[in-house]
């Protein structure tokens, strides 16, 4: 076969594997897209009550080792914990590419005993690898709440997360089983090693500050921005609600969650 | 009587040297552009270039497998020992283009078709790793059209640069077409 023929025969298998690839993309983006976290600006609700929080008590927060869950570096405290699905998801990468935003996540607490630790969880688009918030060193971010009311009675419900690199956890504030043999909604919450994902996401109350900062606050109702700044698809972002007393039985969170389109 | 190596000693450094070149680039330089497979601009360069100076069908497998190898162990990248495969895939890809083009790896269109067919391999090698390792398809074939796009634009742009260096030394005489240096 002559040079050219053989340029142009090349030419058109790659084309042809460009136009496989894209029948594949959107034959899979029709059949599963609609199940994942949505980058539109439509409002997202939840809310928690004391019985979502199940796991506990627990002096760390997963990650590809334990990390502390209140403020400072080190785990300390006894916390109960929950994951709830804020529906939502930020959207980082190349804003000429895509319609790059964040999260705005509006919380409302009622009658919160202790300090409320909020942080950002998010799965990772193509291989369920997971990010969170950093907690110590360059670049920590983190939001906590603390509330005046009087604790309840210890959750006989929560259990402790077992320790490790993979969690399966509960999603908060879904339809709670009747019985053991119930499906559960839960979600893997996968940290493939240490140092490895605690750079993408970021809890911040200035969007111009994108890598977050610590804020501990008084006020019970409030709002702050969860932000990314990877380059990757972010397929679900969740939200830990740990605290550290045992809520009494009028404890409430709401939660509201939109996406915020990047001012370009 | 010893039986003569396939490659000699110094296509052997040559090619570990390029292999190397690949592992090197890919730890230090990030192109900060989020686009899936832009780093292949880097990463096939030394591979055309190297198929292109030893001109022997394995020439691109081996400095590829010397990248894989360094990869893995240096753990770079998620994959580990798996990346072994998408590395030395993308050897044997340029090395078949190669092959099917008579070694014209000075021609920019040949080196577009080698980076641009190595670097697409490369990621279906790496979307087929992470299906033998248990994640779930969907997480892999969503965003599959663009990224491949991406993936043959980039590998394509690395190949017409190294196609473009690869006519300089052969002009320059630094290396000849004809001359295949099989004596250690």
Redesign the interface.
Known sequence: ME?GR??VL??VV?AA??AA??????A??Q???PEGGSADSLLQTAAIDRYDLRYGPQSWRPYATPIAIGPGDLPSGSWYLAFVDLGVVPV???PA?ARTGSVRVDYRFTDLAGTASLGAYGLH?????AWTNRQSGYGTSGYYVSGTAAPGDSPRWATPLPEGDRYVVEVAGSPRPVDEDAARNTRTLWF?RINSGLDGLHITTDLAARKGQVTETTDLDGSFYVTYT??N?V?GLFLMVAVDRPQPETFGLALESTFVEDNR | MKRPSYFSLYEIALLSLFGALVFVLRAAIVVP???PGSSGVFWVLPLVVGAALVRKPGAGTYAGLVSGLLASFFGIE?LHVFDIFKYTAMGITIDL?SI???Y?LDNP??GF?AG??GN?VKMVVNYAV?LLLG???????????????TH?IFGGIGGVIAALIVGRLYRAGVVHQDDVPDEG
Do not use: C, K, M, W
Not at chain 1, 125 to 129: A, I, N, Q
Not at chain 2, 136 to 146: A, C, D, E
């Open positions: 040079f053989r340029v090349a030419v790659l594997v460009v690839s894209f029948l594949i993309d959107t899979v983006s059949a599963y897209a980082g990468g190349n590419l688009v193509g291989d369920g690898r493939e990877g380059g698809r397929g | 552009i989020h686009t998620p283009v099917a083009f008579g014209r269109l040949v078709i641009a067919a697409v992470h994640v779930q398809g969907v997480f892999i074939l969503l965003g599959i059209g663009f990224s491949s796009a043959i």
